[in-house]
């Protein structure tokens, strides 16, 4: 990679409270692992991922296309299609219970009750057949026990609070009738309609265009603000970790390579590849350093075969500060600075590039 300059500060929401930080983590993942078998061999799509999420607070993972962060919010709700995935180690602890360890009917009660997830595509999420009405409608039947009249109400209720234009018309409306930034809003609605602890939103925004962008992450803030709930936010984009999250953990072939403050994370990256991911962002400032005139930087290669790894740091092969050391040991993630953490063998050289 080549030298670049660091990147501008981010404008993130405000993070947790002292308090919030005080308190015990809501949702807690630890040494997560799980793989997949294929005709090439066993693929570890996340390998030994550990993060806490805590209660109003909302927490980016990132990463390109095949680093395991959509694999690892799935496998938190245990949902991993078992065969060819198995999820063969670690602990997902909610509420004092192992996820990993419950029962699936315990699993069914909890999923979209108490943690919620929105996906990346809502075409393919929402049910073809019935209308948005019905499908809202059926979490609150389903996990709270309302009445039919009641659900519909329900569904009415937080078909306005997404800021669905015409919501009595749009009830009884299928999927395909809705534009994608309205179904990605009944997809939020769906997830919030029994108002879960914990959040997972992978990828919301990919599938729209930039000012429907905008919009969806504005009413994912005031949601949240309004009802304290906790946010895994899954994203490729750190310009969405910028403007949504506290604190972020970036992934690369499986693993947890770096993980700080959001602020900290921009001002100082520490593992090359975070580097690499800061420096591909365009910015609008033309007469600064980087600016939108300068050529864009891109991470040269490609993410490994997860199930051929080469030895020593993963990322080794695309990365500009490594050493013989990097390519035979693998580095340990290692608190860095308050907060801080990273797997590189030279991230004192990466800090030192940064003030270049």
């Excluded at 919030?192 to 930039?210: F, G, R, S, W, Y």
């Excluded at 001002?267 to 991911?277: E, K, V």
Aim: proline residues 7%; charged residues 25%.
């Amino acid at each position: 990679m080549t030298e670049t300059h660091a990147s501008p500060a981010p404008t993130s929401a405000p993070g947790p409270t002292t308090g919030q930080r005080a308190a015990a983590p809501v949702l807690s993942v630890r040494d997560l692992r799980t793989q997949f078998d294929t005709r090439e061999g066993v693929l570890r799509a996340v390998d030994g991922l550990s993060f806490d999420l805590f209660p109003g607070q909302t927490l980016g993972v990132v990463g390109e296309s095949g680093c395991g962060k959509s694999v690892a919010a799935l496998s938190v709700l245990r949902l991993i299609a078992d065969p060819p995935g198995h999820i063969v180690g670690g602990s997902v602890l909610f509420g004092g219970r192992d996820l990993l360890t419950v029962s699936e009917r315990d699993m069914q009660d909890l999923r979209g009750a108490e943690i919620a997830m929105i996906f990346q595509e809502p075409m393919t999420a929402l049910n073809p057949v019935l209308t948005v009405g019905q499908q809202i409608a059926e979490m609150a039947m389903r996990h709270e026990g309302r009445s039919r009249r009641e659900a519909r109400a329900r569904a009415l209720e937080m078909l306005k609070r997404v800021r669905i234009p015409e919501p009595e018309r749009r009830l009884d409306e299928y999927p395909h009738q809705l534009s994608g930034g309205m179904r990605q809003r009944v997809m939020i609605a769906m997830a919030l309609t029994c108002n879960p602890q914990v959040l997972i939103a992978d990828e919301p925004t990919t599938a729209l265009d930039v000012t429907i962008q905008a919009q969806i992450l504005d009413l994912m803030r005031d949601l949240q603000a309004d009802t304290g709930t906790a946010v895994l936010l899954i994203t490729h984009d750190l310009g969405v970790v910028a403007g949504m999250a506290q604190r972020v953990v970036v992934m690369y072939a499986g693993k947890k390579v770096e993980e700080a403050d959001v602020a900290d994370l921009f001002a100082r990256p520490r593992h090359p590849y975070t580097r690499g991911l800061l420096a591909s962002m365009p910015r609008l400032n033309r007469d600064e350093p980087g600016g939108d005139e300068e050529r864009l930087m891109e991470i040269q290669g490609m993410v490994p075969p997860l199930h051929d790894l080469p030895p020593g740091c993963s990322f080794a092969p695309r990365c500009a500060f490594a050493v013989e050391r990097c390519r035979r040991d693998e580095p340990r993630l290692q608190e860095l600075g308050p907060g801080h953490w990273a797997a590189c063998w030279e991230s004192a050289r990466v800090v030192e590039a940064g003030r270049d």
